[in-house]
């Protein structure tokens, strides 16, 4: 079984659009996260969860939005997408401290 | 802002030989890890030390820690065309659940 898992894997739109991103993890982590990848392959923190509340938010545009349905899962939604978006988004989870384990990716171009 | 710094940003080596690669961070921390990304892939958890250990073995790999010098390195020891990936190290400073901040990596090349 797949421990942290994200969809799609693959994603392409126009500028303007809205997106979303699903992740879900089955290894009982308290804590998930967002982090964004760039063709230079930095990493950025964008959203932390833990137990439903934001733990961290770093400077991230309002454009973005985690949304965690249960300690499970954490999804992020995009408005109006810009260039500047495109990335490889990965999900993650671990529990207080400990190692992280990464989703895939998922690999946003905005045309 | 970022932590880790890698060093180099790109190594190529042959086959069987030894790997080192090198992080420097800025702040004091809880423990550094180490990651592995293959290309296109998501990252993979290598090895954690904590603040007060100073060195640390897994399999072919060694991570030491120096934080008088705010630095650690990773040796690949007995390279395998396998290694081929890039190397992250990422810093735990912060308390609760604060994330990892990651350096921009050091992409290793086995040559067969």
């Known amino acids: 079984d797949t421990a942290v898992s994200q969809t799609p894997k693959y994603l392409v739109t126009q500028m303007g659009n809205d997106k979303s991103i699903k992740c879900e993890q089955n290894?009982?982590?308290?804590?998930m996260y967002w982090y964004k990848q760039d063709s230079k392959k930095f990493l950025k923190i964008m959203f932390s969860?833990?137990?439903?509340?934001?733990?961290i938010n770093e400077t991230v545009p309002n454009r973005f939005s985690p949304k965690s349905p249960d300690k499970a899962h954490l999804n992020l939604h995009i408005n109006s997408l810009e260039l500047g978006d495109s990335a490889v988004y990965f999900c993650?989870?671990?529990?207080?401290?400990?190692?992280?384990?990464f989703g895939e990716g998922s690999r946003l171009t905005v045309l | 802002s970022q932590q880790g710094e890698e060093d180099p940003q790109a190594l190529s080596i042959q086959e069987g030989e030894n790997a080192t690669m090198n992080c420097s961070y800025k702040?004091?921390?809880?423990?550094l890890q180490w990651y592995r990304q293959n290309s296109g892939r998501g990252l993979v958890h290598l090895i954690l030390?904590?603040?007060?250990?100073r060195e640390k073995h897994s399999g072919r790999l060694r991570v030491t820690l120096d934080t008088s010098k705010k630095s650690s390195s990773l040796l690949i020891t007995a390279s395998r065309a396998a290694d081929t990936a890039s190397y992250f190290c990422?810093?735990?400073?912060?308390?609760?659940?604060?994330?990892?901040?990651f350096g921009k990596g050091t992409h290793l090349i086995i040559q067969p």
């Open positions: 993650a989870s671990s529990q207080v401290r400990g190692e992280l384990f």
């Open positions: 290894l009982g982590h308290d804590t």
């Open positions: 030390i904590r603040s007060n250990e």
């Open positions: 969860y833990n137990n439903k509340e934001l733990i």
């Open positions: 702040t004091s921390i809880n423990n």
């Open positions: 990422a810093t735990d400073g912060g308390g609760g659940a604060d994330g990892l901040t």
